[in-house]
C-alpha cells in the first residue's frame, strides 16, 4: 500500500480532477476498469452545503461569499486504504465513484487507475479550458494608437 503522505501534491491534483469532472464521467470511466473493488463506507455520501469565503484582491479581509452544496463521502478497500471524495453538487453516485477512484490511486492499481481514468479528465479538462480561452479571445479588443494627438 502506497502511503497518502508520499502522495500529497499528486493527489491535491487528482481530487481536483475527480471535483471538477462533469456529472456521471468517473462513474462512466471507472466502469471501464471492469468490476469495482470491494469497499465498506467509513462515511456514506451525504449532500450538504459549505460557506465559501472570499478576499478581496486576495489579500483583503476575508469575507462569507455563499453558500454551496456538496456531497462527500469516505469508503475503505478491503486492503485497507481509505478513499475520500468532497465534490460540488448533489451527486452521490459521483461521490462514490470519486473515493473509490481516490482508494485505488493509493494501491498497486495506481498506475492502470492513472491511464483509465485520470488521464482522459486531464485531456477533457485541458479541452474545455482551451476553448473557454479560444471563445475569450474571440472578444478581446486591442487598443493601438498610432498617433496619441498630444503635442
Known sequence: MIRTEDQTPDRRAWMG????????????????????????????PEVGSVMLRGRIG??????????????????RLADGTAGHAWIGGRRKADAEAAALVDAMMMTEQAERTRAAVLAPLETEA??????????????????????????
Open 17 to 44: 480532477l475527480l471535483a471538477k469532472a462533469p456529472a456521471g464521467r468517473v462513474a462512466a470511466l471507472l466502469d471501464g476498469l471492469g468490476a469495482r473493488p470491494d469497499f465498506a463506507w467509513l462515511r456514506a
Open 58 to 75: 486576495g489579500s483583503g479581509a476575508p469575507f462569507n461569499a455563499g453558500e454551496m452544496t456538496v456531497t462527500r463521502c469516505a469508503l
Open 126 to 151: 485541458e479541452a474545455r479550458r482551451s476553448a473557454r480561452a479560444e471563445k475569450a479571445a474571440a472578444t478581446r479588443v486591442d487598443f493601438f494608437t498610432l498617433q496619441r494627438g498630444d503635442d
